[in-house]
């Protein structure tokens, strides 16, 4: 078959997300696995800010799993999936304003990373490019936010209602930052 590669890499990724899964079964809700960040870990947090300031927000997803790598807790799972958010905010802001050549920029940062793409630049639908970004940012945020509701639902509520608060007093720009009450 010629599939066989593809058929392996996603019964392992199924594998991994099993075993992830299975050690929150063992703990239970409501535990927290770190209850107070290294000042390294801290340090990804405000990268990460830093990054969704300037719009890299490849950069801001990566720093926010680093945090998480490092320092597993609600709160991380919470902040990955604000960026997540930021990400399809600024997307949906775009396409309002119909600025079809700044999605696909987005959407050509997060498949490229290297010189030849300067050389070599992939050619993408803007449009097209969007809906792919906005769905597979939609079941990311769907996969972190239940596993930070995993483990205390209320802290979840708690940052939640800070991040929609922040939205609102940012309703232009809220994609570019994250809630003051956070400490990045």
């Known amino acids: 078959m010629s599939d066989t590669p593809l058929r392996s890499q996603f019964v392992m990724g199924i594998a991994g997300l099993l075993l992830i899964l299975s050690g929150f079964f063992v703990m239970g809700p409501g535990v927290s696995l770190a209850s107070s960040p290294s000042d390294q870990a801290r340090g ?9 300031a300037a719009g890299d927000y490849q950069r801001a997803v990566e720093a926010c799993q680093t945090y998480l ?8 799972y919470v902040y990955l999936t604000y960026v997540y958010h930021t990400i399809n905010g600024y997307l949906e802001w775009l396409a309002k304003r119909d600025e079809w050549v ?13 010189t030849l793409d300067l050389v070599d630049p992939p050619d993408v639908l ?8 906005a769905e597979g940012l939609r079941q990311q945020f769907d996969i972190t936010a239940a596993m930070a509701n995993r483990l ?17 007093n940012h309703p232009d720009s809220w994609w570019a930052g994250v809630p003051e009450a956070w400490g990045w």
């Open 44 to 52: 990804h947090l405000s990268r990460a800010k830093v990054y969704l």
């Open 69 to 76: 790598d490092e320092s597993p807790s609600v709160q991380g």
């Open 102 to 114: 700044k999605v696909g920029q987005l959407s050509l940062s997060f498949g490229t990373r290297g």
């Open 126 to 133: 803007a449009r097209m490019a969007k809906e792919i970004l």
């Open 152 to 168: 205390d639902k209320n802290k979840v509520d708690q940052l939640w209602q800070e991040q929609e608060t922040w939205k609102k």
